[in-house]
């Protein structure tokens, strides 16, 4: 089948998705490195127009189910499913024509220090469509707009505020107006203000482009901000998933530390501690 059928064929898929079918549908998730397990058994699901925050402290398996949900990391056990797709059984088509309705917005924006701000933007669409330069033009410059960007398109990254840099990504990631976006740690190493500005857009991204957006960070006011609920995990597991009150309400001790950037004791198991000191490598 052709890249533009299968285009085709998601685009028919999407429009008559019931409103209550997950655009992602994650079950039973485990992924190993080498011999280590790092999510046991993830079960996340993400409905239509939802903003779905994923919290939890460091090693507790963020970046790793991103990876997964992104196809970067393919499970060990079990099934990820992104717009009805099991992305473990995709053929190169249909992960090509997936990703095209999929926006990523890195941590460091992940900008190419080499190109305009406007050329970054527009790098998708000259790499996945058949439009003429005029119109992409146009369509990256109209993004730059949505992220209050207007005008910057002939800077260099490196003239970009922190700020600047990750709108600037954002503008990268919505120019092919996906379905999901998904947006790690958007708020990272920006002063509050800039910060709260960065909330106030995703909100207005997910009414106005109707998209579902999955946001990894460590930043509580931002999470309560956004979120329409929160996932979080420890130590690769789901200790919760539910609204931000309920989240702020919930009597799990490992939630409360993390709300309330409690140290947590770390429980030395002995036994396994001489096994990974003795253990030969292989």
């Known amino acids: 089948m052709s890249s533009a059928h299968v285009d085709a064929a998601y685009e028919a898929e999407f429009q008559n998705r019931e409103p209550d079918v997950p655009v992602i549908d994650v079950t039973g998730l485990e992924v190993y490195y080498g011999r280590r397990r790092i999510l046991h058994g993830i079960d996340f699901r993400v409905m239509p127009n939802e903003i779905r925050v994923i919290m939890g ?11 997964a949900l992104l196809g970067l990391k393919r499970p060990t056990r079990g099934v990820v499913k992104l717009l009805g797709t099991d992305i473990a059984r995709a053929s190169a088509a249909e992960m090509l024509a997936l990703r095209r309705k999929m926006g990523v917005s890195f941590q460091g924006g992940a900008l190419f220090t080499s190109m ?9 669409l000259r790499e996945h469509t058949k ?4 119109t992409i033009r146009i369509m990256s410059r109209l993004k730059l707009e949505v992220v209050n960007l207007g005008g910057f398109q002939d800077l260099m990254p490196a003239q970009l505020s922190g ?10 990631a919505i120019v092919m107006d996906p379905k999901l976006l998904f947006f790690d740690e958007p708020s990272a190493g920006l002063d509050p203000v800039v910060s709260a500005e960065l909330d106030e857009l995703i909100l207005q991204l997910r009414d106005a482009m109707r998209m579902s957006i999955v946001v990894v960070t460590h930043e509580l006011e931002s999470a309560f901000k956004i979120a329409d609920s929160i996932t979080v995990l420890d130590q690769g597991q789901v200790l919760m998933t539910g609204t931000v009150d309920e989240v702020k309400s919930c009597k799990n001790e490992r939630i409360q530390d993390l709300l309330n950037r409690r140290p947590r004791e770390v429980e030395v198991n ?3 501690y001489l096994r990974r000191l003795t253990e030969e490598e292989g």
């Open 131 to 134: 439009l003429d330069e005029n």
């Open 116 to 124: 305009t701000v406007g050329d970054n933007v527009a790098l998708p």
């Open 57 to 67: 402290g460091s090693g507790s398996g963020k970046s790793t189910l991103l990876r």
């Open 163 to 172: 700020g600047m840099v990750k709108r600037a990504a954002l503008a990268r």
């Open 270 to 272: 002995v036994d396994e």
